[in-house]
Every structure is written in C-alpha cells, then in structure tokens.
C-alpha cells in the first residue's frame, strides 16, 4: 500500500522519527506502517549539533537511500525549506524522489531554517513558498510522491495568519497540510474544523516543544490524517548513551550496565545477521 492511498482511510498513521538504518529496521520490525526521516534527528547524530539549518540536502539524500536500503516502508523525509528556491526545491525533489522518499516535507521558513520549536523564526512571503510547492509538483516523476506543505507562522505572526498560509499552500497543489507548533487543544482543533474534510493533515509531538502531547488516538478524534514523533528516539537514546557511558567511565567495565544492552548475540539477532548470511550463501558456489 502506498502512502497515499493509506492516508485515505481513518484510522491515524503513526510515523516515528528515524534517522539511519538501524533505527528504520528496529521501528518496522515494531510494526510501524511508515517512517519519518527527521533533519533534527540527522543533525543530531550525524553533526552533533542542533536543528539551525546546518544538514545538507546531500546528506539527507544519503541517508534516505540507506534507509531504503533496508526497509520496505514508506518514508516521510523533511526537506526544510527545499534548501533555497524554487529550483532548489526542484532538485531536492529529485533527490529525494530518486533516494526512494514516498512524502516530502517543506516548510516556509527562511534559509537556513530552525527547528519549528524554537523561538526567533523568520518567514518566506506565503507566495514565494506557494511557488516552490508548485515547483516541486511540477518535478515529481510520481503522482504518488506526496508534498507535505508546513507552515511555521504561528510562531511568527500569530494562529490566523498560519491558517491563511495553509489555505494558500492547499491552493498550490499540497497534498497534506502541517501547522507546526500549535500551542492548545483549541489550536489543534481549530486546524481539523478548517481543513480536515479537504485534505490530509500532520500533527508534530515533540516532547517538551511547544504544542501539548496528545497520544495518536486522541489526534484521530480530533481530526489529524498522520502524526509524527520526529526526535523522540534520539532523546531516548542520548539519555541511554549518557548513562552508559558515565556507567563505564565509573566502572572501567559494562557489567553494571548489562542488563540495559544487547550482547552481541543479541544485536545480531536484532540486525538479522544470520538471516543476511544464509542468504548470502544460495550465491555461493554457483548453486543458485
């Protein structure tokens, strides 16, 4: 099933943050649908720094292609702003398309942009992003590729302005629409009254940021298409890599942490190490 056809039914779609193939295989060996390659969590853990713009389209492109390396799920991978213009956006299309992306995500901030929770956020005028929506349709080699147009103006101007950005973004031919960073239940469901019988909608929770967590259930009565958790499994894991290496510093050994770890037997079973080799071995020998 495609995404775009699973964004049909009723029932939510919960896509977790992911941002290499390790964490795609364990979150559909879970029994995720779809996935969200997130350019915080990329910025994360490949630069060790904050969500301010810094990840590359280059560096998204690679990580999308090993991704779908190793998991037949749909992505959902964060485009930014398109990384400059109008034919900027074109060629991260491509890009992404090319990489195996089923949706991608592009917002109206200015470059470089900033995580949608965090504060003195600058934006594109409404008809300069509307541009670069249409630019990216234009570019789709699939009507199957779908544009999530998100809007970063709440923070900037104010709730109604966000809503009449949206309503410009739907015009230019969005496939799903993301108001990022609501502040109330009221917000959230100002947003499903206004848009939800017209066109797919994405709901952000990102823990500690600045629209109430709600769980995907009650997302789904509110009215929301498709949520998604972009950082949450970085936060876990910095957590855990905080306590294990302050265990082993201490410790001058991981036996006091091993209850918390895979051993190695473990981490192979969860790679599926012996699964890769038995196939591996119909090649070889010329058996076939």
């Known amino acids: 099933m495609t995404l775009k056809s699973r964004l049909t039914q009723s029932k939510i779609l919960t896509a977790p943050g992911v941002y290499d193939g390790l964490t795609a295989s364990i979150a559909a060996a879970a029994g995720f649908e779809a996935l969200y390659l997130s350019g915080a969590a990329v910025a994360y853990t490949r630069l060790g720094g904050p969500d301010i713009g810094l990840t590359t389209a280059s560096e998204m492109t690679d990580t999308m292609a090993l991704i779908a390396d190793r998991v037949d799920l749909p992505v959902i991978i964060d485009a930014d702003t398109g990384f400059g ?10 890009m992404y398309e090319r990489a195996g992306a089923s949706a991608l995500q592009i917002e109206d901030q200015t470059y470089p942009k900033r995580c949608g929770h965090l504060k003195d956020k600058t934006l594109i005028p409404a008809a300069e992003m509307a541009g670069k929506i249409a630019a990216m349709a234009d570019a789709r080699r699939s009507d199957e590729t779908l544009i999530i147009a998100r809007t970063d103006a709440i923070a900037v101007d104010g709730f109604t302005a966000a809503i009449d950005r949206a309503e410009t973004y739907l015009e230019a031919g969005a496939d799903v629409l993301f108001i990022e960073a609501p502040q109330t239940r009221d917000q959230l469901q100002a947003i499903t009254t206004q ?49 294990y290496y302050a265990s082993l510093h201490a410790n001058g050994t991981n036996a006091p942490f091993a209850e918390r770890m895979h051993d190695f037997a473990g981490l192979n079973e969860v790679i599926g190490t012996a699964d890769m080799l038995a196939r591996g071995k119909r090649f070889e020998g010329g058996d076939g």
């Open 195 to 243: 848009f939800a019988d017209r066109i797919p909608l994405l709901a952000n929770m990102v823990e500690g940021g600045d629209t109430p967590m709600h769980d995907a259930a009650d997302l789904q009565a509110i009215g929301f298409s498709l949520v998604i958790f972009p950082g949450g499994i970085v936060r876990a894991l910095a957590r855990t890599a905080q306590d």
């Open 85 to 94: 213009n109008a034919l900027n956006a074109q060629r991260t299309m491509r």
